[in-house]
């Protein structure tokens, strides 16, 4: 692709000619992708209601682009690698041609069951082929997709569905993800009695599990795809239609769908992808995410293929069957790109080093990490026995929000300093701002992450509720998409980030908002009066969830009622909120109008009770005491 960069003087130039002309910068880079029609004007803009619009006027259809455009040059190149769960499995290799048939077949089925451009389609599935064949077929025919990940709970899932009022679900027979299975049908049952807008539920083959398959709603894939025909035209789409729905969760109540749209988002997958990872043509790529979150949107599906990559799938986790199994995948498909989590990297090295060390790792070129900061430690053991100190590590910070990487290194172009995501990507213009939300422009500087000019992936509106999107993102500083982050600019200009300000918490990776969970420890009313919930560190998992729960009669059985509040949350959002700690209190320390201090949580959470600050005008300031003595 003629829009990758291959030196740090480019980038240099690249990013200032992005910062003096964004439209005609990025006019340059969307000349590089298929365009049915090409855009009349490049970018229109403002920060206020807000409103973006890239390449208005363009059409487009991203799987021509990540597929088609391919065939002449690539039909025989492989495009998806999938490995399993079990080694033992075999895995399973797509060429470029083969990948664009079955996605044109499916396509196809989900045309003869009445799908149409436009129609929100809701994917729950195990990390299988048929997931990124079912994400590329809603997009050739223009449905929205919403991939929720599977290990969300029925409710979460019910909760999604409904929001964008989904016509379809997209599912399997069952999931394995290391010694787990997981009855992923029977969920999508469970989801669906709350459900009534769901016609259709497509459902592939994965463990040959026995399932109940209701008459006239729910389909087996295999046997659809007998009935249709292998070519599926691709459905025109206008830039700025949507592509995607990605629930995530934010400060204030339940998860909110971020929206993307076609053009931008491809514009811009397909930069970041190859600029970030250095890849080059024969190279094998893998991101160890599951695409049910925008990692993989971006960085397993739309990025890689729309440069024409191959992309590595994986189905399992990183301990399964045992700790080198990363490194035995690397080694098994000679994979030149490895994108993991630093929660994944700690994981590991919690279990020492032999499992990396008897694997050469040769193939390696260029380590990603995502998700939260990536501390000290994890950075070296990362480079130092995984990269060999010879790969360059690039840390990428970037959101659901942003739809693709925003500050990171370009693969061993950059220079790089542990901790530090390093310098924004061309077109990106992050700023620092104060409390008062002054930019503060100086270096060896502290402040709140924020970003001051529209980028072709930035999120175009949370579904259903744009007065939501600009209260969140566009209100707390005016003129500014704020991030929900903090960040230190050294004095070479490069990012450190330090993590969020609101009341978002990151476990292993995993965005939860504080107020969902208290929401689903809340719904126990017959035994919980009130809740606080904060992150607190955690070595492998980065943060992890700290309760404080007022009961509403004395607690005789403290286990019985904590193992019931764990079933509340991970009922209502799934195992991967379950709080760490649960502590019983009799109050929780409040303002005087009734404000949590959840800064007085978290320093006592954190373990550190000696600087709590004032207290003196809390409303009952010795409730701070009897927490603390009670700290788990
Ligand atoms: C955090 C994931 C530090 C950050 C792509 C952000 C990071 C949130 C990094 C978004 C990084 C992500 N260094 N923090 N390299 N990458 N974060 O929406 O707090 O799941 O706001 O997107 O993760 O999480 P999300």
């Not at 970018?43 to 597929?67: A, D, H, Q, S």
């Not at 995501?421 to 077109?427: D, I, Q």
């Not at 991970?570 to 009799?586: H, Y």
Request: a negative charge; glycine letters at 10%; proline letters at 5%.
């Amino acid at each position: 692709m003629s829009y990758r960069i291959n030196s740090f003087e480019e980038y240099k130039s690249e990013y200032q000619k992005s910062i003096d002309d964004p439209a005609e910068f990025w006019a340059g880079i969307a000349e590089n992708f298929l365009w049915q029609k090409k855009w009349d004007t490049t970018l229109e803009w403002e920060f206020e209601t807000p409103k973006v619009e890239w390449f208005k006027g363009g059409k487009l259809n991203i799987t021509e682009n990540c597929l088609d455009r391919h065939l002449e040059k690539r039909g025989n190149k492989l495009a998806l690698i999938w490995e399993p769960n079990d080694p033992k499995e075999r895995f399973v290799r797509l060429t470029y041609r083969e990948l664009h048939e079955e996605v044109c077949k499916y396509a196809n089925v989900l045309k003869k069951h009445g799908a149409k451009k436009g129609d929100r389609i809701a994917l729950y599935m195990p990390m299988i082929p048929d997931l990124a064949i079912a994400v590329m077929a809603c997009a050739r025919i223009g449905a929205v997709h919403t991939v929720v990940f599977a290990g969300f709970s029925a409710s979460a899932l019910a909760d999604r569905i409904n929001d964008c009022q989904c016509k379809m679900v997209l599912t399997a027979d069952g999931l394995y993800r290391g010694t787990k299975e997981i009855p992923v049908k029977a969920v999508v049952n469970e989801a669906l009695k709350e459900c009534t807008s769901v016609e259709t539920v497509i459902v592939s083959e994965r463990t040959q599990w026995n399932v109940k398959m209701e008459e006239g709603r729910d389909f087996w894939l295999h046997q659809e795809v007998e009935t249709v025909d292998k070519n599926c035209p691709a459905e025109p789409m206008d830039a700025e239609d949507m592509l995607f729905i990605l629930y995530t969760s934010g400060s204030t109540g339940k998860p909110k769908g971020v929206v993307h749209t076609c053009g931008g988002y491809m514009v811009y997958a397909g930069y970041s992808f190859a600029n970030v990872f250095q890849y080059d043509e024969s190279d094998i790529y893998w991101c160890t995410a599951d695409i049910g979150w925008i990692t993989g949107h971006t960085y397993i599906l739309y990025g890689p293929l729309l440069n024409g990559a191959t992309t590595l799938m994986f189905e399992g986790v990183p301990t399964y069957p045992g700790p080198g199994r990363f490194w035995q995948v690397i080694d098994k498909h000679g994979v030149n790109q490895f994108y993991t989590a630093p929660t994944a990297i700690r994981a590991l090295m919690a279990c020492g080093e032999d499992h990396v060390l008897s694997y050469g790792l040769y193939s390696l070129k260029v380590l990603g990490s995502v998700g939260e900061p990536i501390n000290q430690e994890a950075w070296e053991w990362y480079h130092i026995h995984v990269g060999k100190e010879k790969s360059p590590i690039v840390d990428t910070w970037w959101q659901t929000e942003t739809g693709g990487i925003m500050i990171s290194g370009l693969g061993g172009l950059s220079p790089m300093n542990p901790t530090h995501a390093g310098y924004p990507l061309p077109g990106i213009q992050p700023v620092l701002l104060d409390q008062e939300g002054k930019e503060i422009t100086e270096n060896g500087v502290e402040g709140y992450l924020a970003i001051k000019h529209p980028w072709p992936s930035i999120l175009r509106t949370t579904y259903g509720d744009h007065e939501r999107c600009k209260n969140t993102y566009f209100n707390t500083y005016k003129g500014y998409y704020f991030t929900g982050d903090g960040a230190k600019r050294d004095e070479n200009g490069m990012y450190r980030i330090i993590g969020r300000v609101d009341d978002v918490i990151n476990v292993s990776g995993h965005r939860f908002g504080t107020a969902e969970i208290e929401n689903a420890i809340n719904s126990l009313d017959e035994i919980v009066s009130e809740s606080a919930v904060v992150g607190y560190p955690h070595d492998i998992k980065g943060q992890a969830i700290y309760a404080y729960v007022i009961t509403n009669k004395p607690v005789e059985t403290p286990d019985k009622i904590r193992a019931e509040i764990i079933e509340a949350v991970v009922g209502e959002i799934g195992k991967i909120a379950k709080p760490e700690k649960i502590q019983f209190v009799s109050g929780l320390p409040k303002t005087r109008s009734g404000k949590i201090m959840r800064r007085i949580l978290r320093k006592i959470a954190e373990g550190d009770t000696s600087s709590l600050g004032d207290t003196s005008t809390l409303l009952d300031p010795d409730v701070v005491d009897e927490i603390k003595e009670g700290a788990l």
